[in-house]
Every structure is written in structure tokens, then in C-alpha cells.
């Protein structure tokens, strides 16, 4: 499928590459590499600016200055009184209109049968009510309808509206190394709880200080403050205890482990993720945390690997975990996922829990060599964010967002971390109603969890 375009790519580009051996890929790295930030739990990171801390500016409260019908009723054109014009489809309008009939407010749900309106729904009348809403009827049965200035100005799909939201929508790629922080006790008041949650929406990552090293405390403390934790294969709550011998998963030896994300073999891929250090003993060397940010290196490898970055949105690996107890998980798709703007809305990247390849022959090759240069970027991004965890830290994380490795452990002595996950519906949710008593809801970021919103 590929085959031609590489083959023209290769030609073009062999000259500037050094090849290494394998499969032939060649190096691409077109940035140099910089020194990464290992996170000091002593010192404050003043640097590292919270989502919280980020001033909102509001903009002035719009009102409907006119309106008319336009298009021989099939439109509806507002101005603004800030100058600006909405213009709105009859049909549209009748979909989403909000009287008793149509709509119950109580539930926050549709009562219209779409499938019993005419497309071809006019607009009889469009006027401005004492009140300043808008009262529209239409030639559906005269059926009136009225919409709040807010209600429209919110769900207005202008081109410039939908640019304006897409942009507020998009994830903050790193720039540099950062992990906020709060203090365990001051997670009792919530306006920090939403500190903590915008943190991780804004940077990816976000770690709990000075909590108590006690087993087994996130079975309380995370529904408590976040949302149900999520039920799995390893339960709710899972141990990581370094072992000497026959480790019964890989996080449990004290070898390197290379980047991945968590159980991407479900179709709900775990959102946040919740690491809790029990024990991690002085004398043990190594076993830091290491945090990437996968968005930023996609985007990244776009601009220096187009037809590679198109192999792995096309293409789909096999991720799989299967043992005696008995499960077996297989789910196959792309690497990267978009949306129909070309905007990454998804990440899946797991070498450990990687399947056995089935494409067809002919795109093999192609597909080898597009995965290992993007696993090659993975290891040698430039940005990273490594936390040697203590005793009584939380590290909160997007798991559809950063991919994480670890350290090799050297020494003697006990690691012991303990872990969850919340899903990413669940966290945004909670994010969504904390944002609206304390910051400013239509900030909110993409979670990497193939939402287009």
C-alpha cells in the first residue's frame, strides 16, 4: 500500500541518514536531545505552572441585538451586540428545542422523536421575548420553541465558533519538564482536589505529597475525592513488589521496563492512574518513574516521519495479556488515532503486551520499520519527567496520554507500590463539575480517550 511512496521517500532522503543495522532504519532524530529534569520531592517547582493558577479571562456577557429569518425560512440569522452573527438551520433549531415537549429538564434528556420531523422544517417567526430569549415557531404543527442567548451562543457552529472551541480543546504538549504538586491534607478541601484533577489535565501528571503509606488507602481515598475505581483483571487495587526470583509481572522484577501505557488490551483503556509508594527503601539504586508525554511525540513524529506516522493511523497492532487464571484479552488497532481533522485524539502504545503481527506480506517490512522508528522516538524524546517516589506519594497520571517507564533497581532492600485506575469518562466528569464551582469548565483539555470533544 505504502510500498511506492517509501521506496521514493528513501531515495530522496538516504543520503542525509546514517542506516543501522536490523532492519535498516534509519536515525531521524532532527532534535537534539536535552538533559532531563529529575523531579526533586524537596524543593518546590515553581516553575511548573497549575492549571488553577492560570488566569481565565471572561469574556463580556453576549446579547441577542437582532434577529431575522433568512433562506426563505430554512435559517436564522442573530446579531450579537458585540457585532458578530450566528446563523442557525431551521432543522437544527427544531432538534434542540428545549419546551416541555420536546425536552425534560429534570432529566437532562431528549423527549423528541427525531425520526417523526421533516427535514425540510421552516421558520415561521423569530423574535426577541421581554426577557431577551429567543422565541422561534415553526411550520411543524406552528410548534413553538425558545432558546436562551447562553444556549445558543454555547453551541453555535460558525466556523469561527468551532475553530475558537477546537483550539481550547487541544492538549497543552509539553514544553519542558514539569510536575505539580499538592499536599495530601489539603485534599480534604475541594477547591484543591481541583487543583490536583486540572493538573493532570493540563501536564499529563500531578503528585500527591505526604500522604499516609497506608495499605490498601486508595480503595477509599480515590472514589472519595475522584470517581469509582476501575474493576480489572488485577482487581481494583494491584501491588508492585520488587521480587528475586520468578516475578509474576515485570513491573515486580527489578529490570528496566521500556515505555508503555496500561492495559491497552481492553476496548476502555484505564485512564488515570494512581501509583501509591508503600515502601521504597533507601539503599535501593534506581527504580525511578519516567513520564513522557505520547501527544507531543506524535505530533513530533509527524513532522519528521509523515509516512510512517500514516502506516501506524492505518495499520492496526495486536495488543493481548493471557495466563492461567484463565484470561485472555485481544484487541487489535491503530497506534494513532484521528479524528476526521487529522488531530490525534488517541494513543495505544504497549511493546510488553504487543501480539503476534497479522498484516498482509507485502506491508510487513514497512510496518516493522514505521513501529521501531516511533519506538526509537519514544525512547529518545527529549522531555522527560522522572520522580524517584517516596514513601507516602501518589503520583496521578493520564494513562491515554503519557506512557511510562521505569528504571532498572540495584541494591538491596523493598520496593512496594500499590495501584488503581479511574476511567477517563469518570475523571473528566468530576473535573467538569469541580471546574465549574472553582475555574472555568470550557478550558477543560482532550484526555486522549478517542473523544472528538
Known sequence: MFRSLLCCKRLLTS??????????????????????????????????????????????????????????????????????????????????????????????????????????????????????????QWNDNSHIGEFTPAFLQKYCYSQSSL???????????????????????????????HKWLS????????????????????????????????????????????????????????????????????????????????????????????????????????????LEFEILCSFPTAFEVSSDTPVNLLIMRPVINLNREKEIIGVYWSPMASSELQIAEEDVLDYCRAKQLFARAISNFHIQNIVRLRPGDIIAFNNRRMAHARNELSGSGERHLQGCYVNSCEYKSRLITLARKYGDASSIKRVGNMDWM
Not at 219 to 227: F, G, K, S, Y
Request: proline content about 6%.
Open 15 to 136: 543520503a542525509s541518514r546514517c542506516t543501522h543495522g536490523g532492519l535498516g532504519l534509519p536515525n531521524v532524530r532532527n532534535i537534539k536531545p536535552m538533559p532531563s529534569a529529575v523531579l526533586s520531592l524537596g524543593r518546590p517547582l515553581d516553575d511548573c505552572k497549575s492549571f488553577q493558577a492560570m488566569v481565565h479571562t471572561h469574556a463580556p456577557k453576549l446579547a441577542a441585538k437582532t434577529i431575522k429569518v433568512i433562506d426563505a425560512g430554512k435559517k436564522m440569522e442573530i446579531t450579537w451586540n458585540n457585532g458578530e452573527t450566528s446563523r442557525f438551520h431551521a432543522v437544527w433549531l427544531r432538534h434542540h428545542c428545549r419546551c416541555v415537549e420536546c425536552y425534560c429538564p429534570s432529566s437532562n434528556q431528549r423527549s423528541l422523536h427525531f425520526d417523526e420531523l421533516p427535514l425540510e422544517v421552516l421558520i415561521l417567526k423569530a423574535t426577541l421575548s421581554d426577557s431577551a430569549t429567543v422565541q422561534i
Open 163 to 193: 475553530e475558537k472551541k477546537k483550539n481550547s480543546l487541544k492538549t497543552s504538549l509539553y514544553t519542558k519538564p514539569c510536575v505539580p504538586s499538592v499536599m495530601w491534607q489539603d485534599l480534604e478541601e475541594e477547591s484543591y482536589v
Open 199 to 306: 493538573d493532570i489535565n493540563e501536564h499529563g501528571l500531578s503528585l500527591v505529597k505526604g500522604a499516609p503509606n497506608t495499605i490498601d488507602l486508595m480503595l477509599e481515598c480515590i472514589p472519595r475525592h475522584v470517581a469509582p475505581l476501575v474493576n480489572s483483571t488485577y482487581g481494583k487495587i494491584y501491588n508492585a513488589i520488587v521480587e528475586e526470583a520468578n516475578p509474576i509481572n515485570l513491573s515486580c522484577s527489578r529490570k528496566k521496563l521500556q515505555y508503555h501505557m496500561d492495559m491497552v488490551y481492553y476496548e476502555s483503556t484505564p485512564g488515570i492512574q494512581f501509583l501509591h509508594c508503600i515502601r521504597f527503601d533507601e539503599s535501593l539504586v534506581g527504580g525511578e518513574t519516567v513520564f513522557v508525554d505520547m501527544f507531543a511525540i506524535c505530533e513530533e513524529f509527524r513532522r519528521t516521519n509523515p
